[in-house]
């Protein structure tokens, strides 16, 4: 929380128990928090809750491709582009690809476990400051 107030969300949902499999979601929706490594912490708290407490194989997530912030950020935790669906997601009257991303249990455990401790976060949770 910044000054009590919370920054962003971090979430999952469409949980496939048979495959092992959700997607994930983060948001930092104060402007002035971007850049902090709020949204990378919060998923790698994600990923190690999801692959550890969860026991889940894979997770999922994407962004439209003006997201570098985003791209960046995924890339550090451990996912990996998959594919991309081509000027599919408009912003700002600009089209832009959407582009889809995965990470294994395997190689999301090791980069949780190498930046920080494994959390039982709950369903939905605030990211704060």
Known sequence: MANG???GIADYRDIDPFAGRATVGIVIGERNRWG???????L???LGHL???????????????????AIRAFRRAGL???GRRRASVRVGGE???????GCSARSGRRVVTRHSPWSAASHTSAVTA
């Open 5 to 7: 107030c919370p920054i």
């Open 95 to 101: 089209w832009y690809d959407s582009v889809m991303f």
């Open 36 to 42: 902090g490594g709020y949204g990378s912490e919060a």
């Open 80 to 82: 990996v582009e998959e």
């Open 51 to 69: 692959f550890g407490a969860c026991r889940l194989r894979r997770v999922e997530l994407d962004t439209w491709s003006g997201n570098e912030r």
């Open 44 to 46: 790698r708290l994600l």
